[in-house]
Structure formats: structure tokens, C-alpha cells
């Protein structure tokens, strides 16, 4: 089984900033783009950031020049370092890893369950 996991969300001011970090752990035999999505109140999933094992990412509009993913060396963990947040970043990220499970399994997308942010203003 694969999990993906997020972690990091909180309460925080409008201006303030937090690091949200996902980690992808279980019976992984190649992992390749990972991304972070959000859904705010009333409103669909939209991505906020994803990043390719060469480190290229693509960020969503309303965030960029403002949030930044990373990934470590290990490749299985991604951050999302957010800095001057607003109320409208209020909502639950999600955390998407694609993962071949085994040599002989397809690639798949796994989610996380999400970890909330709230933006007061």
C-alpha cells in the first residue's frame, strides 16, 4: 500500500506564512510528479503547485511569486513553503504523489486526506 500524508496546516494571519509538508511512504517502486491541490469553501479543486523528479515545477496563478515547492533528495517528500497568505488561501490542501507501486503495477495517483489551512484576516 502507498500513503501519502500531509502535514503542516494551522491558523495564521493574513501575511503570515507556513511550510506544508506531504510525504509519500509504503510499497513504492518509482515515484515521479508530485503537486500540492487545494479546495477552498464552495469552490473546486484547483492546483497550487506540482514539481517533476527533475525539480521542474508549474504553480497555479493565484499563487505564484508566493508559495514555492520543493522536494528532498530522497524524492518521496515535498514542501510547500507559503508566505504572504490571505483569507482567500483559506482552505484543505491536498498532497498528490504519482507512484508505480511494483515493477509489474501501473502508475498510479495517490491523495492524501488533506491538512487545513486557515487564513483569518
Known sequence: QVHVVESGG??????GSLRLSCEAS???YRISGMGWF?????????????????????????V???FAISRDSLQNIVH?????????????????AAVKPG???DWQD????????????
Not at 38 to 62: F, M
Not at 110 to 121: C, D, E, L, R
Request: aromatic content about 8%; charged content about 20%; some cysteine.
Open 64 to 66: 505564484k511569486g508566493r
Open 103 to 105: 515493477i509489474y503495477r
Open 80 to 96: 510547500l513553503d507559503m508566505q504572504n497568505l490571505s483569507p482567500e488561501d483559506t482552505g484543505l490542501y491536498y498532497c498528490k
Open 26 to 28: 509504503g510499497t513504492i
Open 10 to 15: 494551522g491558523l495564521v494571519q493574513a501575511g
Open 38 to 62: 487545494r479546495q477552498g469553501p464552495g469552490k473546486e479543486r484547483e492546483l497550487v503547485a506540482s514539481i517533476n523528479k527533475s525539480g521542474e515545477t508549474n504553480y497555479g496563478d493565484v
Open 110 to 121: 495517490y491523495w492524501g486526506h488533506g491538512t487545513q489551512v486557515n487564513v483569518s484576516s
